[in-house]
């Protein structure tokens, strides 16, 4: 995909949704300045345009053992076991108490 159509597909549609609640000229003109911005990082290589990061598989074993641990010693202690382990592995939890995880 070309650096520029990874910009458009990033930045809010002027008259899509949001349309609604902001002129069409202002969304416009925002998405104006952040295509210039984006694209000179795309360029130069210092920024890398994806919308998400790939998922992280865990296989059931993995599942079981992680939640075993959890059980046995708390989410926040099992967090920081597996995020020393893992460190490229953005771990964190929710409000409600789930773990959430993905690549960095």
Not at 13 to 21: E, I, N, Y
Request: charged content about 25%.
């Amino acid at each position: 995909m070309k650096a520029e159509e990874a910009v458009d597909e990033v930045l809010p549609d002027p008259k899509g949704a949001l349309f609604a609640k902001v002129p069409y000229s202002s969304i416009s003109t925002v998405n104006d300045a952040a295509k210039g911005i984006l694209s000179d990082q795309v360029k130069n290589g210092t920024v890398t345009i994806q919308k998400r990061a790939p998922y992280t598989l865990v296989r059931t074993e993995e599942k079981i053992q992680i939640a075993r641990r959890a059980a046995e010693n708390g989410i926040a202690t099992t967090i920081r076991h597996y995020a020393k382990m893992f460190p490229d592995l953005k771990i964190a939890v929710s409000e409600h108490g789930g773990i959430l995880t993905g690549s960095k």
